[in-house]
């Protein structure tokens, strides 16, 4: 079922191990621990232990590193023969790219005396930055070898420093739960590769790009652990106080009104009212993205509310008309259908954090506008402006997406990477060693299946007996 | 496999359309930020950033999320054809029982001028009462639409801050982990509800009422995320300090001796002392529902592991002798047995929760007493009176739950609803899209059946080679 | 399938039973709330509410608690009929452990007048020390009795205090992620037992001791939690401040590294490069064993990633060469291969915490020596010299958990326990009720068996118009 391009015995171990060596020397020269985690130069000052920044960042950090490992791996595992891979790939390129990530992000966020300064802070960033290529991933999923994936990353990791640096240092935009850095960036930059590496012939294995029963059910425990840790992921990096706390809610309530317009346009899209699965999985999510930018500004609940209802409107829609046409038409193969989860509802959260920065006083934030919008407070930029800058970094992260993605995709075509052919995607059996393949072997007193991974063996005996024999 | 009455088309739309944009609208009227989430109140005062209240509840906060959407979810995944359902119906309930339990608790709990202050109490509040909610799901399981569910969460989450606001508010009863108010009503409001919507035909459905080996490890799942966080549940809205670390540590300890005497009494039980897996995902939760109402008292770890130890000996002894005899003599026809892990621990809990009401005094708890129990410490109520009070309450409660459960049961009948019909109760085909059902069918080459979800095929060339033909 | 000696009926309620009321009567006479969890001694003192320990370990405790049960329990379901069992069996001796290692560590850590204090830091030392007995679980996976699994707790913890006490409190030894206490002890005496209980006809159960693609996909689950709270873990109960900081993020980058070595070596020593799920689901932990006793110290990012990517190497080449060996020539038969995951890595660990050790000076540390060397801070012991007990520490942990190990196996080969025959190990339904079990049972009109613990029911009708008949 395997052939020679597609053998990973010496090509996923040299990269793997060139790339883990560059990081450990890069590492060892550019890195150093932080104030809060350095034992000399946090014991230099005369602070009490509890005001360490650990206490009021690693629980928001851990939710996030659930939701990477555990949502964004299992939220893919819905196809029926792709599991390994879904939850294998997603392990190996996050563990790659949250040490790269460190560095790139370490790099542009600024260094100290050339040193890059790391604690939990930089540790969620890192983790935030591996959301943005796990999205994309979720694009090319089943289409691709575990090396391809990794070039990917590494790419992909240094294009969003790149971008996130422009947005939140360059232009002074707002956007802690990554509408637009993470979610955008993600989906877009996913959807131009999928675009370049299209493959004409991918129906030759269309039936195995649909779920079975039990992988829906381990793709429901990605899709709850995204939804109920989406609140910490919105508000992981805000400032502290009350932004973290209010940031959290707002995500709350945007998440639960979502789930209620998934579910009712589920239903109202499907012929006989049957809710389907895929939109309960996905489009439910839409809350979270859609108030990623929005969600430390005061929304309010009631507009946080407004803002997943209609996230999950537009997710639902997306799911059901749109994928299909940006198929045909357009020929991108959107295995996971980011665009409907990450891109649009992105876009929508993008839109509704310029328009509510362009409206924000004074007197609605108090003195609390300088930590949402510090050169607003300061004086140095009208809200409107804010408003607008905001805007522009929509389309800045668009065009940086949209490029990189073009040029990533060209360089992920080079056969060498070991591509699955057409024939053989979304199948686990091509790079793991998997119990039983969906081959029949016909032997002669008995016979060996296997259906979705599980193998079945039928002797003679158990047909003898039968009545009709 | 359907028929009109079941089709969810335009009935679930409308109903989720109506009620989100109800909660919208209230929301907008009614709802403001509390103290600790508005940017300017937040700023107004001189406290420093890292006193916000999310910093000591949001950790609970996330504990108790995940119990109501992974542990709840998940542990009714336990029958074989309803894993979608359960999970499903869940995640669509919870998100709409916490929006509008905002809004009742918000009302019973004391208005602002006129106006709902919420935070992250509030969303553990919120997610309490929807605790209650899930219960009786527990009990109605596999034989109601998801529009009945919604309509019942609606009524329920009502009458539950109505029993809340008569015993936190008016009696001064003591129930931080809510033996009395989640577990008590849930139960007791569930199992009138599935009393009143008797099937007597459900038997027809008997051979979907029963797991499979992999649906059993995915309810572990929903088990063991209980069982771990029942601890935070039980103190997420304690007082600060010692109150919130003992309540986690008794429950704990409770929990543990509990998981003992369930495993002894499950092996004791059954003829040939194999363990059920029925016991083991239910009573070993006991615990913690019998620790809901003295957890946060001076229980002693002692204390909480004879409750925990009594509790999974009487869960166990339920779901043996006691189901059983409550379909067939009382008609209570209860999928998940919620009166043996919710009901009668919950009463447990109310009991033992009233007796060290009773027993406690100034010598014990020193000035802690101001914070388990005030009215005592300022002399307004003996301890021996308090004790009372508590078991006016568990009356209370369970009168509350059985009247509304009875009225709720009855305005659930209405066939408008699309409960399904008692042949395909127990089956997620009837409102979601399923890859393959239980059908054969046979075509002119192969033959296509389901189990378990799972899709097999069998053609014509599998048959040929054998020896027998 | 079972015979009288592996009924449990009578002899798991006794023994449950007994454990739990002496447990009961124990904790009823030595157990106390320790300050931070009494009410009365806690408001005794002016300190505010929010200073209580629970706001700076209870995260962390949470995070070890899902390790404990979720992760250790769902990374042994690999096997395609022993999920029950891994998840059941670990359940249930992790309940006991917790509470009788609770009493043992606070024996030896010191009583107060006669009392053991308890608080949130004693119940993570004592989930630690269950960790160490679910190592030892899975050696002896599938091959013992819940009996026999309650009696090497009841030794082992003992045990493992003992060494506990002798390393921290009597060395002066450092292992806050206990990469000897925890890891080496419980890998070498698991190791050890299965050594006494070796079985030479357990190949006669070979064909269970295999994963199914579903297992492979629970036992991901197991250990993506494990991999995501291993930081927890580390730094659970180290000092508060940079301390705790500093472990988390060394164990971070220690995994990440380690996963990417991990991978590559699947990829390198299988002959189709094809990867292998033992070694993701195992391999890739090897980074936070290692990082568990340098952890807390300055090992910098950069030694903490060459740590981890060289526990990887180590533990896949262990799986893929020293396993079979040890199996074949030393006749231990290691279930889960915890020598490769936890012995190994443990002992790598001990080595790169006693150079870490060897080589602390204040110029590093400053004032933050006291919290991670106090002894050395103080001027009472060179660094040279703790280097030197650190190692020592080592070799007195092989010592007892070899030793023990050897005295307990033998206790455990009593045939009283109820040991499953070696026909049927691997296999849930000796000790569990199973919907169905592996059997064929062929009735008059139609055959029912059953794979994977899926019961499939084939009947006549489903053949006759089959075109062959």
Redesign the interface.
């Known amino acids: 079922m ?1 052939d020679s391009s597609t ?7 040299i990269v ?2 060139i ?2 060596i560059i ?2 020397i890069l ?2 020269v550019l ?3 932080d104030h ?9 000052m005369s602070h009490h ?8 960042r ?2 928001s950090f ?2 996030v ?2 939701m990477i ?2 949502g964004f ?2 939220l893919m ?1 819905f196809l029926q023969r792709y ?2 891979s879904s ?2 790939f997603n ?2 390129i996050a ?2 790219s ?2 790269w990530a460190t560095l790139m992000q370490g790099f542009f966020h600024g260094m100290h005396g050339g040193k890059i300064h ?3 802070e930089s ?1 969620i960033n890192a983790d935030f930055c591996t959301g943005s290529v796990l999205i994309s991933f979720g694009a090319v999923l089943g289409k691709t070898s ?1 090396i391809q994936l990794l070039i990917m990353a590494m790419f992909e990791v240094t294009l969003f420093s790149v971008n996130e640096y422009i947005l939140l240092s360059v232009l002074g935009t707002k956007d802690a739960g990554g509408s637009m850095t993470i979610h955008t960036f993600g989906a877009y930059f996913g959807l131009m590769v999928t675009r370049v590496l299209y493959r004409p012939n991918l129906d030759k294995s269309k039936h195995r790009n ?5 992988s ?3 793709a ?2 990605g899709t ?2 995204l ?3 989406w609140p ?1 992921f919105n508000s992981a990096v805000t ?8 940031t ?2 707002n995500t ?2 945007s ?3 979502c ?3 998934s ?3 589920s ?2 899209t ?8 895929v939109h ?1 999985q996905n489009a ?1 999510l839409a809350g979270g993205v859609a108030a990623g930018t929005a969600g430390e500004m ?1 929304l ?3 507009g946080s ?2 803002v997943g ?1 209609l996230a999950g409107i537009i997710s639902v829609l997306g799911y059901k008309y749109l994928t299909p046409v940006l198929e045909e038409k357009l020929k991108i193969q959107d295995t996971c259908g980011v665009n409907n989860l990450h891109g649009m509802p992105g876009i929508l959260g993008a839109i509704v954090g310029a328009v509510t920065a362009a409206v924000a006083t004074k ?7 300088h ?2 919008f510090p050169l607003v407070a300061e004086g140095k930029r009208e809200a409107s402006v804010q408003g607008g800058i905001q805007a522009v970094s929509l389309a800045v992260t668009l065009g940086i997406a949209l490029i990189g993605g073009l040029i990533v995709g060209f360089i992920l075509k080079l056969p060498v990477f070991g591509a699955p052919p057409d024939t053989i995607c979304f199948e686990d059996n091509i ?6 393949t969906e081959d ?1 072997h ?1 032997k ?2 008995y ?1 060996i ?1 296997c ?7 039928l002797n ?10």
């Open positions: 395997t053998n990973m015995r010496l090509k996923l171990p793997c191990f790339l883990e990081l450990i590492f060892g890195v150093e621990y809060d985690t350095d034992a000399r130069d946090f014991h230099n232990d509890y005001e360490n920044d650990f206490y009021y690693y629980p851990q939710d590193h659930v490992f555990i791996g299992f595992t599991g390994f939850v294998g392990f190996l563990a790659f949250l040490q790391i604690g939990v540790m575990p649909s779920s079975v029963y039990h829906d059910l381990f429901m425990i709850i652990y939804w109920m840790f910490s400032a502290h106080g009350d932004d973290q706390h209010r959290a809610m709350y309530y998440l639960a009104a789930t209620m317009s579910y009712a346009m239903a109202l499907a012929h006989d009212g049957k809710l389907d699965m309960i439910a005061m309010t609940p009631f509310m407004i209802f007197d609605v934030y108090g003195e609390g506008l930590d949402v790079y793991w060693e998997v119990t039983c029949v016909l002669r007193k016979a299946f259906y979705s991974g599980v193998r079945v063996e003679k005996s158990f047909y003898f007996p039968f009545p009709f024999q």
